[in-house]
């Protein structure tokens, strides 16, 4: 196990599954979401794999980067990950007539729904008896959205639970930032889809701040 691996350098203690002798599945939106979860995860030796089902970003060549970002911690930290369909006509349908809804609101629990279930469905297929998600550590989110939606999913099947750990205590958000930074991850500066895309654009020209230019930013 490497140094940045030891659990001494995370100050969280040893994590343990909600359910024994299962393996997990990560749901994951992004590497600099998922990068403190997963050397967590790999320091407490808890089964892991990477789940990357986001049909939600927009434009293609973002959904590749993001992807891909995640893709190149999970061989580094040897997880395996799981290309999840990019069905973006699906999502779109979903959300139809919640466009001009703001960030938090009923578009981001359809969006968190279509994400959870399909992953619960994974994990249900694949022999995973606990999932979980990335999303919850970043601070932009409301974790009691999020946690409603996975426990909404993962009833639909018996021998399925969603974990709903606060991966944002004990240093979880800090080091989110810090294990970005080393990996030099890729820095999105919008939630995904095409509508936060347009409502940061939008607050951005209110507050006289240039445009978004995706693809450009890493962390340093
Ligand atoms: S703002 Fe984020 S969570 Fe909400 S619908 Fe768009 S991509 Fe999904």
Known sequence: ??????LDNFARPVLSMPKENSN?????????CAGEIMEALAASNINTTVYFYNPNIHPTEEYEIRKNEN???????GFECIDGDYDKDNWFERIKGLEDEPERGKRCTQCFDMRF???ALFAQENGFGVYATTLGISRWKDMEQINSSGLRAAKRYEDVSYWDFNWRKQGGSSRMVEISKREEFYQQ???GCVYSLRDTNRWRRKNNKDRIIRGVKFYS
């Open 189 to 191: 500066e919008y939630c």
């Open 117 to 119: 279930e399909r992953s």
């Open 1 to 6: 196990m490497s140094d940045h691996l030891k």
């Open 24 to 32: 997990l599945l990560l749901h994951s939106c992004c590497a600099p």
């Open 71 to 77: 893709k190149r911690f999970c061989d580094k930290l």
